[in-house]
């Protein structure tokens, strides 16, 4: 019923830059938040970023100052700024979506993951 595609992952230069972009469609009624987490091999699934539908941000604390995440309710839209990377920051970034769907948005609230996309910062 609710889909999510991401999309902007690829091999980048330590230094460099990638915006993920990941959209949700189907029977949505409303989002709560949406965010990014990501999983290196042998590692468990960690916070990158999450936005609230009001705005609100929190992010992982190796971010330190390094990605931005925005988002656009009226696209269902999530972005991910990652500036200054780091082969550190290689791995599978996931898209995590919680929202109400059905009718008058009876059902939820739902938690829904993306497939993933692989970054991967390597010189």
């Known amino acids: 019923q609710v889909q999510l595609v991401e999309s902007g992952g690829g091999l980048v230069q330590p230094g460099g830059s990638l915006r993920l972009s990941c959209v949700a469609s189907?029977?949505?009624?409303?989002?709560?938040?949406m965010g990014w987490y990501r999983q290196a091999p042998g590692a468990q699934r960690e916070l990158v970023a999450v936005i609230t539908r009001g705005g609100e941000t929190n992010y992982g604390d190796f971010v330190k100052g390094r990605f931005t995440i925005s988002g656009d309710n009226a696209k269902n839209t999530v972005y991910l700024q990652m500036n200054s990377l780091k082969p550190e920051d290689t791995a599978v970034y996931y898209c995590?979506?919680?929202?109400?769907?059905?009718?008058?948005?009876?059902?939820?609230?739902?938690?829904?993951w993306g497939q993933g996309t692989q970054v991967t910062v390597s010189s």
């Open positions: 995590k979506v919680v929202l109400f769907i059905g009718p008058g948005g009876a059902w939820g609230p739902n938690t829904y």
């Open positions: 189907g029977n949505i009624f409303s989002i709560n938040a």
